[in-house]
């Protein structure tokens, strides 16, 4: 059973950083592209960041470009998501989700998700 396990949200104020960790199970991790995508109370989830499965390429939401940087360690079957100056609108639920196509901003594209882990930024 694949699981995506994300960790390193928290509560954190304007201005301030945290680094969520998403662990994955799959045996065939450096196989996956992997993305991260964020859900606020009453919006749609929304795409954040994606890396490719050779770490050679990512993709960004326009609002987290330049503050967020999405990475990844094959070795350890875990994307990172660190984000830097974080705004009050950064609060939601931030999901990792593991896809065999590269089409970073398509939900329905993705395979597998983790349970989520709630970031909230404080003003």
């Known amino acids: 059973q694949v699981q995506l396990v994300e960790s390193g949200g928290g509560l954190v104020q304007a201005g301030g950083s945290l680094r969520l960790s998403c662990e994955a199970s799959l045996r065939t991790f450096s196989r996956y592209n992997m993305g991260w995508f964020r859900q606020a109370p009453g919006k749609e989830r929304e795409f954040v960041a994606a890396i490719k499965w050779s770490g050679d390429s990512t993709d960004y939401a326009d609002s987290v470009k330049g503050r967020f940087t999405i990475s990844r360690d094959n070795a350890k079957n875990t994307v990172y998501l660190q984000m830097n100056s974080l705004k009050p609108e950064d609060t939601a639920v931030y999901f990792c989700?593991?896809?065999?196509?590269?089409?970073?901003?398509?939900?329905?594209?993705?395979?597998?998700w983790g349970q989520g882990t709630q970031v909230t930024v404080s003003s």
């Open positions: 989700a593991a896809s065999r196509q590269w089409v970073p901003a398509s939900i329905n594209r993705y395979d597998y």
